[in-house]
């Protein structure tokens, strides 16, 4: 793929987009990056895995033009600032775009509407919820399209981003709840594995030993889900009449897990709703 590809704000969600990218074989000197500090800088070349030395790495606190040098000349610009930067920042580089450029924000609650003022009334642009299993290839990556993204842009956004994950068009509406789903869902999982770890603790193990077995049986529960995503099946298949397991999921139902989960989620979408419209422009 001949496409280049600048990063601008590179931390955990744009950082595991950006490794996934390489770590699928995407040339990475067609790939730059920025983040704030120098310090930050310093540590992307590591954090970015395979071919990171090659990419062209800016960082704003050492020069004012770095997203703007970033930027000019790419194919696509993918907005990883945190969301109360995000306008501020494409409207900084918005006169260094090429007209073609895409522009593609991974930010909750900012609008599309919002983005396409900050970087011109004809400039492609893309909203997208991503997660960050994009870093090992294994994410979900919702995108909704601004009116003047073209078929031909559009499959540019799908090719770079279905090299790390499952790419879902959704209409604009859908992304708080998306949000709630798979953009913000892994840290569910993750904090499953914490508490597991926790009361693997309380039942006698020593700290390490619990995370490594709470790790290990959620990133297995992981991976076979990937192979057949019917957790319902799967999860009957570990649970035996009268076994143990039915004890623990009893347990779980009846301390009212399910309503936890939906009142969670809940408040999960209102906040991205709440962040709209305070992005709203
Ligand atoms: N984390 C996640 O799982 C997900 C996050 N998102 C969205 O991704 C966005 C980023 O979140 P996240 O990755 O968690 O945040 P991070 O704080 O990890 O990353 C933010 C990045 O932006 C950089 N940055 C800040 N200001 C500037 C600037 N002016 N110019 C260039 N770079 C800058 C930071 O650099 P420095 O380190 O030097 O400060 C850092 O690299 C948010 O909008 C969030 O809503 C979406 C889906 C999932
Ligand atoms: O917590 C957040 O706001 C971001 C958006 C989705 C996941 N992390």
């Known amino acids: 793929m001949t496409t280049q590809v600048a990063f601008v704000g590179t931390g955990s969600m744009n950082?595991?987009?950006?490794s996934g990218l390489l770590a699928s074989g995407f040339d990475p000197e067609k790939v730059r990056a920025t983040v704030r500090s120098a310090a930050s800088a310093e540590k992307l070349v590591d954090k970015l895995g395979d071919g990171g030395e090659k990419v062209k790495i800016f960082s704003a606190e050492s020069s004012a033009t770095a997203n703007r040098d970033a930027v000019s000349g790419v194919d696509a610009?993918?907005?990883?600032?945190?969301?109360?930067?995000v306008l501020e920042v494409v409207r900084d580089f918005a006169d260094s775009l090429d007209?073609?450029?895409?522009v593609i924000s991974v930010a909750a609650g900012v609008p599309l509407d919002s983005l396409q003022k900050a970087a011109g009334e004809n400039q492609p642009v893309i909203r997208c919820m991503p997660n960050t299993p994009s870093r090992v290839g294994k994410g979900v990556l919702a995108?909704?399209?601004g009116s003047t993204v073209t078929e031909e842009q559009k499959e540019l956004a799908e090719s770079l981003l279905s090299a790390v994950g499952e790419v879902v068009q959704v209409e604009e509406e859908q992304m708080d709840a998306v949000t709630a789903v798979s953009g913000s869902g892994?840290?569910?999982?993750?904090l499953l594995a914490e508490t597991m770890a926790k009361a693997g603790v309380e039942l006698g193990f020593d700290r390490e030993t619990a995370t490594k077995l709470a790790a290990a049986t959620v990133a297995g529960a992981g991976a076979l889900l990937d192979s057949d995503p019917n957790p319902e099946d799967l999860r009957k298949?570990?649970?035996s009449p009268g076994g143990t397991t039915e004890q623990a999921i009893k347990t779980y139902q009846e301390g009212g897990l399910e309503e936890l989960t939906l009142k969670a989620m809940r408040a999960c979408a209102e906040k991205s709703a709440q962040m709209s419209k305070e992005y709203a422009e």
């Open 15 to 18: 950082g595991a987009i950006a």
């Open 77 to 85: 610009v993918l907005v990883g600032v945190k969301p109360y930067d």
């Open 99 to 102: 007209s073609q450029t895409l």
């Open 143 to 145: 995108i909704s399209s």
């Open 186 to 190: 892994p840290a569910y999982a993750f």
């Open 237 to 239: 298949a570990v649970t």
